[in-house]
């Protein structure tokens, strides 16, 4: 069996990032790899003492410091991983596996704090071993100092795709070459196999569940003012909630039973579609920034391919639609999946 590695964001602190990384690890099992995720980690002592300190808080701490540990837990369990001390790559491991694959999620947005040009481009494997699935720019333009590393990294890749057309577009723009805009691994797996591993959490007959990385816009406040007033609604983002600390398991319940999802991220909207929950989606706001809606691209992609542009809620509504028509995203989603198998089988051989 060939072996082949993930290289992706790492960190116990992202729903979105936990879920593409097990989407992206079941997509390769498929194909009878067996399959590591890299993880890197900081010196042991530093390590430990962190390790020790989340699990000690989490049963006594707070409800931040517990789904922290969820997310641990979830990687522990559900993704096979190996860690890495440092920032680079050791030789042995180069030599262990037959592909690397950096993705999904926003590896290749140079404005993230955690961006590493060699690791990110695999520039620490020969050219022949290096598999780019679904990465995100993340950004609709590219800042001009990052332009002929970005072109040069990508030069690497026999093969290019992208989560978003924006994306697609800059990568065209850099190399002159194709670039196949695919979807996220997330809806890759289907609504069953994601129900797999869900994990029920007890929750009122009728609830709106509210997602926002951000803080709660004018918008956000107005959906919810006009929304079903039978409905209870569950804030994931409050950290005095006991569903602050969901598990990722747990949150995959939490979408797939809501009356409507609210929410501001990527992959809270793309579990909506695949879930077929309605769902609204809005701009990432920040009150010292007004809006923060240099991400949404991924947005205008996902809900541009599956018919939903209307989901997309940049201002103030009328009313709120609990009824959300799927008949195109169920049609398109399939095909998109086809799309994917047929990349990695290109770029597998």
């Keep these: 069996m060939k072996k082949i590695a993930i290289v992706t964001l790492s960190g116990d602190y992202n729903y979105g990032n936990r879920f593409q990384n097990y989407a992206v690890q079941e997509i390769l099992k498929r194909k009878n790899f067996d399959v590591d995720t890299i993880i890197y980690i900081?010196?042991?002592?530093?390590?430990?003492?962190?390790?020790?300190?989340?699990?000690?808080?989490?049963?006594?701490?707070?409800?931040e410091s517990r789904r922290n540990t969820g997310m641990m837990r979830f990687t522990r369990k559900r993704i096979s991983h190996v860690n890495v001390l440092g920032r680079g790559i050791p030789a042995r491991l180069t030599k262990r596996y037959d592909?690397?694959?950096?993705?999904?999620?926003?590896?290749?947005?140079?404005?993230?704090?955690?961006?590493?040009?060699?690791?990110?481009?695999?520039?620490?494997?020969?050219?022949?071993?290096r598999v780019c699935l679904s990465p995100s720019i993340g950004l609709d333009s590219l800042p001009e100092k990052y332009i002929e590393l970005f072109r040069e990294g990508?030069?690497?890749?026999?093969?290019?795709?992208?989560?978003?057309?924006?994306?697609?577009?800059?990568?065209?723009?850099?190399?002159?070459?194709?670039?196949?805009?695919?979807?996220?691994?997330?809806?890759?797996?289907t609504a069953e196999e994601w129900r797999k591993i869900e994990q029920e959490r007890q929750v009122p007959e009728k609830y709106?569940?509210?997602?926002?990385?951000?803080?709660?816009?004018?918008?956000?406040?107005?959906?919810?003012?006009?929304?079903d007033s039978d409905c209870t609604v569950i804030d994931v983002g409050d950290k005095k909630s006991a569903y602050h600390a969901v598990t990722p398991e747990e949150l995959l319940y939490l979408i797939d039973h809501a009356k409507l999802v609210i929410t501001d991220s990527f992959h809270l909207t793309a579990f909506?579609?695949?879930?077929?929950?309605?769902?609204y989606v809005v701009d990432r706001f920040d009150s010292k920034n007004e809006t923060n809606n240099q991400?949404?691209?991924?947005?205008?992609?996902?809900?541009?391919?599956?018919?939903?542009?209307?989901?997309?809620?940049?201002?103030?509504?009328?009313?709120?639609?609990?009824?959300?028509?799927f008949t195109s995203a169920n049609r398109e989603l399939p095909e998109q999946r086809m799309k994917l198998e047929k990349y990695l089988e290109e770029c597998l051989g």
């Design 295 to 325: 991400m949404n691209s991924r947005i205008i992609s996902l809900t541009g391919m599956c018919g939903l542009e209307d989901r997309y809620i940049t201002g103030l509504v009328d009313q709120i639609d609990f009824d959300c028509d």
């Design 42 to 63: 900081e010196r042991v002592p530093v390590r430990l003492i962190r390790f020790f300190y989340k699990y000690i808080t989490a049963l006594f701490g707070d409800y």
């Design 208 to 227: 709106i569940l509210l997602f926002l990385l951000g803080e709660k816009s004018d918008v956000v406040k107005d959906i919810l003012a006009k929304a």
């Design 154 to 189: 990508l030069s690497g890749f026999e093969h290019l795709s992208c989560r978003e057309e924006k994306g697609s577009q800059l990568i065209r723009q850099l190399t002159g070459r194709e670039c196949e805009t695919l979807i996220d691994p997330t809806l890759a797996l």
């Design 272 to 279: 909506s579609i695949n879930f077929n929950v309605p769902f």
């Design 99 to 129: 592909y690397f694959v950096v993705g999904s999620d926003q590896v290749w947005n140079p404005k993230l704090k955690e961006f590493n040009y060699q690791r990110f481009f695999l520039r620490f494997c020969d050219k022949s071993k």
